[in-house]
């Protein structure tokens, strides 16, 4: 993975930097230690590893924007980090950078049930809000499989999304406000607990800014209702082409269940053998499908859903006969990752979306791409929204096997652009595939999204070398080409 | 006279635009018309006018999108979505008779630049959160996309975001892409009409507030207080005497029977409870949508949106019509306020003041021209989010081409 060329001097000054950074942060929040910088050497992304310069934990806002504002004007890299979760490497750390961490951010601030929302700092974990508000029947809806571990902070940073997104967004949907820093130092808010911007929206856009906008520092978000009842199918069928159509229908019949996921052959086989969910094992495909609302709304499209699913050739159509069953239906689906992990040494997960329609012609062109560079491909997609994570199996033991494995994943995120989808459903570019870029955006796409990076950061300080390919100094993008047009234009119609 | 350049297709809008980089040539940017008085006053010498890059490009209703041509009427495309049974789920209202122009004038460009959204918003969201994405020409004269046909998106920064609501200050759209989705098999609207004597609105927050925190999936929250539900054309509204607090469920038929009769039961202690069924509730919430109670008010000429917490709805509005002559209209469970008032003034300083005490943010919607040009009719932008506002306008449109100052001076 090529990065920036790391800057020597900025090296060089580790220990001025570090005695610095103390005075701000005092205490343990400094991490120079070689050994305790290796904690943060990678996020998710684990084929990738750099030990950061120095790691600064701070605990309040302030510290945050005196960190910053300190490194603004010392010229020094700044690496936001919330869990180190993230799938693409936007935490991974540069050699002559500081990584600045959210962990100690860990309050939730204020649970707000008449306006229906929390504020929260951005270390809480996902999982610990709905937790928070859980026993007055409210949750906060987006919800990674990663939710017990990920942070807020980072859910914001990647636009995170969940199983439930497909009836209830993804974390852009269910954000009112947010507090970030930024690079020179300044605290910004946009929203809070009302709706909309009443100017730019400016939080949408840091939303999925995978950390090169700003650090947040407190997000306000959306809390619902519970639903009154949940229920979930196993269906399972003969073929996957099959359960792609069943897809097509049940939208098409105007039908948004709660959570629409789907599973391979490969993945149904790992997981049954991993966490015994009572999967059957005579299917090519096996989709859960979770309907939640008042019973009789529930009811009622169950019913709909198996006349749908039965009209698609299914071969198991099962009801959850109790909650406990329920979860255990979901119990293989969230366990996927770790099932494949049993059994395969390493695995790339793969993040792309397609136009739902062209899910049977995607996987007939994977299972293609699988057999040209002989690397085994299992797959889990979020059906519902045409996002797929096909998990690459190799073994980094062997010789060229991760470099295979880089190229089976290159090669399906440029077929999911092909047939008009995009390079990232919900992990983000992050370094993993910023060199990707180009296959969905022209020169001029590009440096119309990094023009909005000099708005906040422009001297490139903030987590550089993710998620553009090419850093084009800010002055650079600033100069105006003027086309020098001519009137009149005879082929415009003018009044 | 000003210049008119009608581009017809991708093609000429570039070189429209960039013909104006190349004068200097400031323009204004529209295709309906129907929104040209909301905003600061322009003074520029061009338009560009979109209404002829119109038609639906794809409309693939499996997939739940919509590609259209920027300038594509708002009625041929709810036309395009009704056959389907399908509809844009942030309800864009048609403000042009509140502005004091036609009906069904908007154009899908123009609902996406103004980032509006009706009654519907407290559950599904605004236009920005159903923009996937579209294709535009900057203000450098440039053209670019942003986005896709995709729901799940995370691919470079959301520049869908930021385009919904700049009101055309950093690039002209060509086509957009929208998410769409089912319209409710049925519709029903449950409404508190409230019999006590004098202020019902903080009763009617605490209504909303119980509806919206309950599992029965509350699609809209509104109160009239008496004045406002007088002047509504569904009788049962306009002829119960007193304030009315309208709560919708939607959905497929049994789960909002069984919805209808649970929150009916929730609210019972707030006074008796009426009905209205599919068509009498598209009436209501559709007056809701377009303001209309303020439509044609030559005693009220002026109109602001405020949008703040929602439990604090009633006391901000109340603070103000304890000092000023006026109405207001209630939605989004108190979140959105609608205040229509009297005389030449727009009373900025009192509106924002009042809203600056819960948090929030104040529009001037309606406001005849001169008062415009002297008030803020954007939430001021202060410190630092002043300078990235600017900034961002310098990165799409450094020579102030596009619709210059109507959103804030100098953007
Ligand atoms: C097993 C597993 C399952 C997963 N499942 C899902 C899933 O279902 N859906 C999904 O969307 N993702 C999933 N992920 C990916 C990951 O959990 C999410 O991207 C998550 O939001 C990252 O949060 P984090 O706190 O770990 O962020 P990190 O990994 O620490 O950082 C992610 C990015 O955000 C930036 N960042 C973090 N915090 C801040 C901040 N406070 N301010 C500014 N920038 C910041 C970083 O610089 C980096 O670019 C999964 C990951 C794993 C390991």
Redesign the pocket.
């Known amino acids: 993975m090529l990065m920036p060329k790391p800057d020597e001097t900025v090296i060089a000054r580790r220990q001025e930097l570090a005695d610095a950074l103390r005075d701000i942060v005092p205490g343990e929040g400094v991490i120079d230690g070689a050994e305790e910088l290796r904690a943060f050497d990678c996020?998710?992304l684990m084929a990738y590893k750099q030990l950061p310069l120095i790691v600064v934990l701070p605990e309040t806002t302030e510290q945050v924007s005196a960190v910053l504002k300190y490194c603004h004007k010392n010229n020094v890299k700044i690496?936001?980090?919330?869990?180190?979760?993230?799938?693409?490497?936007?935490?991974?750390p540069l050699a002559d950078g500081i990584t600045?961490?959210?962990s100690k951010?860990k309050k939730i601030l204020d649970i707000d049930f008449d306006n229906r929302c929390v504020v929260t700092q951005?270390?809480v974990?996902?999982l610990a809000i709905s937790q928070a508000v859980e026993a007055d029947n409210f949750y906060y809806a987006?919800?990674?499989?990663?939710?017990i571990?990920?942070?807020?902070?980072?859910?914001?940073?990647?636009?995170?999304?969940?199983?439930h997104?497909l009836k209830y967004g993804?974390?852009t949907n269910n954000i009112l406000g947010v507090e970030?820093v930024l690079m020179n130092g300044d605290i910004i808010r946009f929203g809070g607990k009302h709706l909309d911007a009443g100017g730019l929206d400016l939080m949408g856009v840091?939303t999925g800014?995978?950390?090169?906008?700003?650090?947040?520092?407190e997000v306000t978000v959306r809390i619902l209702r519970k639903p009154e009842t949940v229920q979930a199918l196993l269906i399972g069928f003969p073929t996957m082409v099959d359960a792609g159509n069943c897809v097509a229908d049940i939208i098409a019949a105007g039908i948004i269940p709660g959570g629409m996921e789907l599973m391979d052959k490969a993945t149904v086989h790992a997981t049954e053998d991993f966490v015994h969910a009572g999967y059957p094992l005579d299917v090519d495909g096996l989709m859960i499908i979770e309907l939640d609302g008042p019973s009789a709304e529930v009811d009622y499209l169950v019913g709909r859903v198996r006349e749908i699913a039965e009209r698609n050739n299914a071969s198991t159509v099962k009801t959850a006969a109790n909650e406990e069953e329920r979860v255990r239906f979901w119990s293989g689906r969230k366990n996927a990752?770790?099932a494949i992990g049993r059994i395969s040494p390493d695995y790339i997960?793969v993040?792309g979306t397609i136009p739902r329609k062209k899910l049977a012609e995607v996987l007939e062109r994977m299972a293609g791409i699988s057999e040209k560079h002989g690397l085994r491909v299992a797959n889990v997609f979020?059906a519902g929204d045409g996002n797929l994570?096909p998990l690459i199996l190799f073994d980094a033991n062997k010789e060229g096997e991760l470099e295979r494995a880089e190229l089976v994943c290159s090669d399906i995120l440029m077929l999911c652009v092909e047939v008009g989808g995009v390079l990232s459903?919900?992990?983000?570019i992050?370094v993993e595939k910023r060199d990707l870029m180009g296959a969905m955006f022209t020169e001029d796409d590009l440096k119309q999204q990094q023009r909005v990076k000099c708005a906040f950061d422009p001297g490139h300080l903030?987590?550089p070398g993710?998620?553009y390919p090419e850093l084009h100094r800010c002055a650079e993008l600033g100069k105006m080409h003027i086309h020098h047009g001519k009137l009149p234009f005879p082929d415009i119609p003018r009044f | 006279m000003s210049d008119t350049l009608k581009p017809e297709n991708a093609e000429q809008l570039l070189q429209a635009v960039q013909w104006a980089v190349a004068e200097k040539q400031p323009l204004e940017v529209l295709a309906g018309g129907s929104k040209r008085a909301y905003g600061r006053p322009m003074q520029t010498a061009a338009t560009l006018d979109l209404s002829a890059l119109y038609g639906i490009k794809i409309y693939e209703p499996a997939e739940l999108y919509m590609t259209a041509l920027a300038g594509t009427p708002m009625s041929d495309i709810d036309a395009a979505l009704a056959e389907a049974g399908q509809q844009l789920s942030f309800e864009p209202p048609d403000l042009g008779p509140l502005l004091g122009g036609a009906a069904n004038a908007g154009t899908i460009g123009g609902v996406v630049a103004c980032n509006l959204a009706g009654p519907r918003r407290i559950k599904e969201g605004a236009a920005r959160d159903h923009v996937l994405g579209f294709h535009a020409v900057s203000g450098r004269g440039e053209t670019f996309k942003s986005g896709g046909t995709v729901v799940k998106n995370?691919s470079g920064f959301d520049l869908s975001k930021l385009l919904a609501g700049s009101l055309g200050t950093l690039a002209v759209m060509s086509e957009v892409t929208l998410k769409v989705l089912p319209a409710p098999e049925k519709i029903r609207t449950l409404l508190i009409c409230w019999r006590t004597d004098g202020v019902y609105d903080h009763g009617a927050m605490t209504a909303m507030s119980r509806a919206l925190g309950s599992p029965h999936d509350v699609s809209g929250a509104a109160h009239l207080p008496a004045a406002v539900a007088a002047r509504s054309s569904v009788d049962y509204v306009s002829n119960s005497g007193g304030g009315v607090t309208a709560l919708r469920v939607e959905g497929p038929a049994p789960s909002v029977e069984h919805r209808a009769k649970a929150l009916t039961e929730t609210l019972k202690e707030f006074g008796q409870i009426e009905e209205l069924h599919t068509s009498n509730s598209k009436t209501f919430w559709q007056e809701i949508r377009d303001v209309s109670a303020f439509v044609g008010r030559d005693d009220l000429p002026i109109v602001w949106h405020l949008s703040v917490p929602p439990a604090s709805g009633a006391k901000v509005a109340l603070s103000l019509l304890e000092e000023l002559r006026g109405e207001v209209i209630y939605d989004w469970g108190g979140g959105s306020i609608w205040l229509a008032l009297a005389g030449g003034d727009a009373h900025a300083d009192e509106v924002r003041a009042a809203v600056a005490k819960t948090g929030g943010h104040a529009t001037l919607i309606r406001a005849p021209v001169d008062v415009r040009a002297e008030t803020p009719v954007f939430q001021p932008r202060l410190g630092p989010e002043s300078d990235v506002t600017k900034n961002i306008k310098i990165g799409f449109d450094p020579d102030g081409i596009l619709n210059p100052g109507r959103m804030y001076q100098g953007v």
């Not at chain 1, 987006?142 to 939710?147: G, K, L, V």
């Not at chain 1, 800014?209 to 520092?217: D, Q």
């Not at chain 1, 459903?425 to 983000?428: A, Y």
């Open positions: 996020d998710g690496v936001p980090r919330g869990a180190g979760t993230g799938l693409s490497g936007g935490a991974m600045l961490g959210l951010f951005p270390g974990t996902n987006p919800d990674p499989s990663s939710q571990a990920c942070s807020i902070g980072g859910n914001v940073a990647e636009n995170s999304g969940g199983v997104c993804l974390t970030m840091i800014s995978e950390g090169l906008l700003g650090v947040i520092t990752f770790p997960c993040d979020h994570h459903g919900e992990h983000g992050g903030l987590n993710k998620v | 995370v």
